[in-house]
T-cell receptor, first 113, second 111 residues
Framework: NAGVTQTPKFQVLKTGQSMTLQCAQDMNHNSMYWYRQDPGMGLRLIYY???????DKGEVPNGYNVSRLNKREFSLRLESAAPSQTSVYFC????????????FGPGTRLTVL | GQQLNQSPQSMFIQEGEDVSMNCTSS?????WLWYKQDPGEGPVLLIA?????ELTSNGRLTAQFGITRKDSFLNISASIPSDVGIYFC???????????FGEGTQLTVNP
């Protein structure tokens, strides 16, 4: 099993450009999450999906949209990138309804110029 | 939102030394998790704690779920260079709710 995979690994955008970060998991998990990690701020939840067909805002959702395409895939879209969105983005998945222990992907390092 | 206070923020130690770090909150948590993040990688789960007072080990790592349910501790014994990384605590208040993460402890181990 690959676990949680993310693409791309690195990306540089200009202000105003759009892009979609892809995430897939092969652990048959119900819940999936998108976090951003900034220096000194730990991990902050952007959006999550408790189950296929549902999505909810997390702590810092502004400037982002998500799509739970199916049980395996959860994408994060930046419609108009801003320098404040320069960060490392992590996707995670977990078994909702239980302990909700989450398993993380390797991350996408995004720079917005 | 909920806050987890993790300390220390960073540690610089010599190989072979023991390490202790902790996480505290003003709220009660039902589950505590400890993750390690290697440079350039995503966090990896080290230990999960589900009951107040629980003490769980994973090799040289030992974590405890505080009796008050408002704190948790992680100890690393006889540190080695590959212990370098950022250690995060995370708490879960109720089953199915969202995890709250601490800000991380950056550990550096000098050979």
């Amino acid at each position: 099993n690959a676990g949680v995979t993310q693409t791309p690994k690195f990306q540089v955008l200009k202000t105003g450009q759009s892009m979609t970060l892809q995430c897939a998991q092969d652990m048959n998990h119900n819940s999936m999450y998108w976090y951003r990690q900034d220096p000194g701020m730990g991990l902050r939840l952007i959006y999550y999906s408790a189950s296929e067909g549902t999505t909810d805002k997390g702590e810092v959702p502004n400037g982002y949209n998500v799509s739970r395409l199916n049980k395996r895939e959860f994408s994060l879209r930046l419609e108009s990138a801003a320098p404040s969105q320069t960060s490392v983005y992590f996707c995670a998945s977990g078994l909702a309804g239980g302990t909700d222990t989450q398993y993380f992907g390797p991350g996408t390092r995004l720079t917005v110029l | 939102g909920q806050q987890l206070n993790q300390s220390p923020q960073s540690m610089f130690i010599q190989e072979g030394e023991d390490v202790s770090m902790n996480c505290t909150s003003s709220s009660i948590f039902n589950t505590w998790l400890w993750y390690k993040q290697d440079p350039g990688e995503g966090p990896v789960l080290l230990i999960a704690l589900y009951k107040a007072g629980e003490l769980t080990s994973n090799g040289r790592l030992t974590a405890q779920f505080g009796i008050t349910r408002k704190d948790s501790f992680l100890n690393i014994s006889a540190s080695i260079p590959s212990d370098v990384g950022i250690y995060f605590c995370a708490g879960l208040r109720t089953s199915g709710s969202r995890l709250t993460f601490g800000e991380g402890t950056q550990l550096t181990v000098n050979p």
